[in-house]
């Protein structure tokens, strides 16, 4: 279980901490950051229910690897944890380099 869900369970809190604790940047509190992730999970839904299909995934996972846990279609759980870290990252970091472009 630790090869695939330890690192996905970890990235959600150490995202959440780079923003909260050092870029500070407001994402959170942007209504807009929150319709973002609902058309995110709006388009992993289908894709990823499709990729990962059982009993015949495109992409598979080792089931040693994971908690097991699918829904809905057959999607691991670990793939949503993923998907909002990646998201709320590349935003964060977009948002910092912005920052850093309007102070020069």
Known sequence: MMGYTLPAVLSVPA???AELLWLRTGLF???GYWI???IVV???V?????LTRLPDPIVGYNPDEMTG???PFDIPVEDYLFGFSL????LLCWLRAKK????A
């Open 87 to 90: 998201v709320t990252l590349t």
């Open 46 to 50: 289908p894709v990823d229910g499709w």
């Open 100 to 103: 850093k472009e309007e102070a």
């Open 36 to 38: 973002s992730m609902a």
């Open 69 to 71: 846990l699918r829904f």
């Open 42 to 44: 709006a388009f992993q």
């Open 15 to 17: 995202v959440v901490a």
């Open 29 to 31: 509190r942007r209504p």
